[in-house]
């Protein structure tokens, strides 16, 4: 939620930000009016409950009687109003911040950086779906028996290659040293606090899921299981961010970072006709993600430290990749800024290559702190904390290597970085 006080102070700066998301201003003024309704019938009820004192007092009981009749028809005016006022409220997305781009959709996203020498090949490079296929690695086909469009079974040294992924991942994060090297490199003066592993429920509460604020816009993404009530996670951060709700945590304890795994659901529901081959977009998918708790005033830093950490795991490979300042337009409802990697897919296009996303790094504020209700205690009293998230690795890194390390002879050379896990230098 965007902070009550915000939202009456300054409301024009709010309807600017939203309207960057392609939100309506209008959901302001509607929150406005119901905040007003409800204000208005709390304070009649603290006013009667302020009279039934005196009545006791005076011991009037004739008075206490009929106030108490009253009281009750303001607690069920107020109810109302309280339930019309956080429907309105709910609706209204996070503003990004004043210097995310504006744009119109996905187009306008900015490129800031490329980084890494794209390959070079004697030979027309092949899609990753021709190359995995014909090695035995990804079967479309039966997994489309078994579960219908948009599935995979991922088999043999590619189940291996995901999992050296995450050994490399959690010597990474685990590493304070590694941590520090990261931050200083990019100039950055952040903890080098490491990530706790967790292992999250991928079934979650109504309540769990709509706390992180991603049901207003792009619920239609979301499975849920209609006789339990429970939703099925798109991301672990879905279920790691809600982990401390209702809590005030100790500042010492902060920044309290975690990097979750999980399978992950998608419906894919706006996604009909693209990318409908392969495991490029796909409705069960497994992820590494990266979540902070952290200081206001400390946010900012910690985004870019999460994306830093994203473009050293990517360097570390060898896939080229590039950075996208991501425009509001572009925007989720919680994020207040958001920057993706695109890594270089050779492969693509009948061979020309193009970028597609496999990361992506977001600030929300104290949007989804809010909704969940988590505070830390600051010098100054229980504070509402800063939550941030970004991808460490999906399975679309996978596609990446097999498109950039790809050899004439149809093998999968594998980066330096991961032989040791796998014990070899080469796939097929």
């Known amino acids: 939620m965007v902070d009550a006080k915000l939202l009456r102070e300054n409301p024009e700066k709010i309807k600017e930000g939203i309207a960057k998301k392609k939100a309506d201003p209008a959901l302001v003024d509607d929150f406005l009016r119901a905040d007003e309704e409800w204000r208005k019938a709390?304070?009649?009820l603290e006013a009667i409950r302020v009279a039934q004192k005196k009545a006791s007092a005076e011991r009037n009981i004739e008075e206490g009687k009929r106030l108490k009749g009253e009281e009750k028809i303001l607690e069920e005016k107020v109810g109302v109003a309280e339930v019309a006022r956080n429907s309105s409220w709910i609706k209204i997305p996070n503003p990004p911040f004043d210097w995310v781009i504006k744009g119109d959709s996905d187009a306008d996203n900015k490129v800031l950086r490329e980084v890494g020498e794209k390959p070079k090949f004697d030979f027309k490079p092949k899609d990753y779906v021709e190359i995995a296929e014909?090695?035995?690695?990804?079967?479309?086909?039966?997994?489309?028996?078994?579960?219908?469009?948009?599935?995979?079974?991922?088999?043999?040294?590619?189940?291996?290659?995901?999992?050296?992924?995450?050994?490399?991942l959690f010597e990474t994060v685990s590493s304070s040293e590694t941590l520090a090297k990261i931050a200083k490199d990019a100039g950055l003066e952040v903890s080098d606090k490491t990530f706790i592993p967790v292992l999250p429920p991928v079934l979650i509460k109504k309540e769990?899921?709509?706390?992180?604020?991603?049901?207003?816009?792009?619920g239609d993404e979301i499975y849920r299981l209609e006789k339990d009530d429970m939703y099925l996670v798109g991301t672990s951060e879905q279920s790691i961010g809600p982990m401390h709700?209702?809590?005030i945590l100790d500042a010492k304890e902060l920044p309290l970072r975690y990097v979750g795994f999980s399978t992950c659901f998608r419906r894919e529901a706006g996604?009909?006709?693209k990318d409908t081959k392969g495991i490029l977009r796909v409705h069960q998918f497994n992820k590494f993600e990266m979540f902070s708790f952290i200081e206001p005033e400390k946010?900012?830093?910690?985004h870019k430290f999460l994306l830093a950490i994203e473009e050293y795991l990517m360097k570390e490979l060898g896939i080229p990749y590039h950075v996208l300042d991501i425009?509001?337009?572009?925007?989720?409802?919680?994020?207040?800024?958001?920057?993706?990697i695109e890594a270089w897919l050779p492969g693509q296009k009948g061979g020309e290559g193009e970028y597609r996303e496999t990361h992506s790094t977001?600030?929300?504020?104290?949007?989804?702190?809010?909704?969940?209700?988590i505070k830390y205690k600051s010098a100054d009293g229980a504070k509402f904390i800063h939550m941030l998230n970004g991808t460490a690795f999906s399975e679309r890194p996978l596609i990446a290597i097999i498109e950039n390390f790809q050899t004439a002879e149809g093998k999968i050379k594998i980066p330096k970085i991961l032989q040791k896990y796998l014990g070899k230098e080469e796939v097929g």
Request: with cysteine; net charge negative; glycine share 12%.
């Open 299 to 302: 946010s900012e830093a910690e």
């Open 208 to 218: 769990a899921m709509a706390g992180m604020g991603y049901m207003e816009r792009g």
């Open 327 to 340: 425009c509001g337009a572009d925007l989720g409802d919680p994020a207040a800024a958001k920057w993706d």
């Open 245 to 247: 709700s209702g809590e």
């Open 42 to 44: 709390t304070a009649e």
């Open 271 to 273: 996604s009909y006709g």
């Open 362 to 373: 977001s600030n929300t504020t104290d949007f989804q702190a809010r909704r969940l209700n």
């Open 134 to 168: 014909s090695l035995g690695l990804i079967d479309t086909e039966r997994a489309a028996k078994v579960s219908g469009s948009r599935f995979a079974y991922l088999k043999g040294d590619l189940v291996r290659l995901e999992f050296a992924l995450g050994q490399f």
